[in-house]
């Protein structure tokens, strides 16, 4: 193999290009807007910086969030601080950072869109808006816009939450997650570098009701939007169809990132994923083990071994965590009640925060603390704080 094209420059693509790059392949990257502020939180987990360091030893700006408030219809609010605080990053500087690693490895970058994909024997022809170049392999990070047809995840409705928001002048020094009531998804406030990001993802809903419901909200709230900067995308968020069925890599090439639809189907976080997944491929494409036309069959085990059997378990219970019942309320209201009153349950809560706790290990967590967290929150509606303390201890 000896050039390699990497469709698209956010994380995952960038990613995928310095690693390539820095083993000594011919590596050319195409975006059509390089470093840009691409709607998002910028939240990056533990999970995250402590599997790739340099996310936290640079001199980029950045800002360490330790605390949580978690709302929910019925059941009022419950702080939870973090034991491994969420890094949070603008986008176009995180983009920026990667980029400016993909091009000191020896990574080509350029500025184009990329109009059209075609393989001719072993070759692929990448059209673009100033002209086009071969390669003999493709690495697809286009996002969850992605327009090749023939390439990456088909995302249906059911495989997509709609997020949007504002990002708004003020600050704060939480992050706020507001559950909403009888939809699948969140509010998020999340507070950035001399702003806030405060927005609504949801699944099934149209973009106007999430706006007025995001609004109705930031009114409650005292937040103004009238001089904020409104935002929208997609979020990619796999039903468990959609990720049997996953097009997430063929003969010559892989999808990273948004484009595999690789994100947290519960909490939307890609971030880690685009890194992650860009890694693994990095890995496949650089190792002799493979035949070029082997390669995607490799890809796809190493994702299913490392993430995406728990993301498509977390696909199985999104549902019922948004919108089921459990004691005879709903799933979140009951969650956020049992927070103030359950010190396992915070533990718990803090390592999904973190990124530590998977979704699969997660059924055996709760039915091993289900009935203390029970007993936590019963003793402490009875007894006092204090004799609620001393009965624990
Ligand atoms: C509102 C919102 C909030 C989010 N918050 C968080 C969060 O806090 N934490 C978190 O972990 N995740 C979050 N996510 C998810 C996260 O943004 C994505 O998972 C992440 O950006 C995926 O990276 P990527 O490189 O795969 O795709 P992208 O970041 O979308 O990058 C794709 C790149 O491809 C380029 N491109 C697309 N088409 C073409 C073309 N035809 N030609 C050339 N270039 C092209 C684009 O210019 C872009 O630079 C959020 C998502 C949304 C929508």
Wanted: proline share 4%; hydrophobic share 45%; net charge positive.
């Amino acid at each position: 193999m000896k050039r390699v094209a990497v469709l698209g420059g956010g994380p995952a693509g960038a990613f995928a290009a310095q690693r390539l790059a820095s083993a000594g392949l011919e590596t050319i990257v195409l975006d059509e807007k390089l470093a840009w502020e691409k709607p998002c939180g910028g939240g990056l987990t533990f999970k995250a910086y402590s599997r790739y360091p340099f996310l936290l030893d640079n001199d980029v700006p950045k800002r360490f969030v330790s605390n949580t408030t978690l709302s929910a219809h019925g059941a009022g609010a419950a702080r939870l601080p973090l034991r491994r605080p969420l890094l949070i990053y603008s986008r176009f500087d995180l983009n920026r950072m990667l980029l400016e690693r993909a091009e000191r490895a020896g990574a080509q970058i350029e500025k184009t869109r990329v109009l059209e994909v075609t393989r001719n024997g072993g070759t692929w022809k990448v059209r673009t808006s100033s002209g086009s170049i071969e390669a003999d392999f493709c690495i697809v990070a286009t996002g969850a816009r992605n327009p090749l047809r023939n390439l990456g995840t088909q995302l249906t409705a059911g495989d997509v939450m709609t997020a949007l928001g504002y990002y708004v002048p003020g600050q704060q020094d939480h992050v706020d997650i507001q559950f909403l009531r009888r939809i699948e998804g969140y509010i998020w406030v999340f507070p950035r570098c001399g702003h806030l990001s405060v927005g609504i993802c949801g699944k099934g809903v149209p973009a106007q009701v999430l706006r007025a419901r995001l609004e109705e909200f930031m009114r409650e709230r005292g937040i103004c939007w009238k001089d904020g900067c409104f935002y929208s995308h997609l979020l990619p968020s796999l039903g468990a169809s959609g990720w049997r069925n996953n097009r997430v890599a063929g003969p010559g090439w892989l999808a990273v990132g948004d484009a595999g639809g690789l994100v947290d189907p519960i909490t939307g976080e890609g971030l880690y994923y685009a890194m992650r997944s860009a890694d693994l491929a990095g890995e496949v494409v650089l190792s002799d083990a493979h035949a070029p036309l082997e390669k995607h069959r490799a890809y796809r085990s190493l994702l299913v071994r490392d993430f995406a059997a728990d993301l498509a378990f977390g696909a199985a219970i999104a549902r019922h965590v948004f919108l089921g019942k459990f004691l005879f309320g709903a799933v979140p209201q009951r969650m956020v009640q049992f927070l103030r009153r359950s010190p396992r349950l915070c533990d718990l809560m803090q390592d999904l925060f973190a990124g530590t706790q998977s979704y699969l290990g997660l059924k055996g967590r709760l039915l091993r603390n289900l009935h203390g967290a029970v007993v936590d929150a019963l003793v402490s509606f009875v007894l006092s704080r204090e004799a609620a303390e001393e009965y624990r201890a």
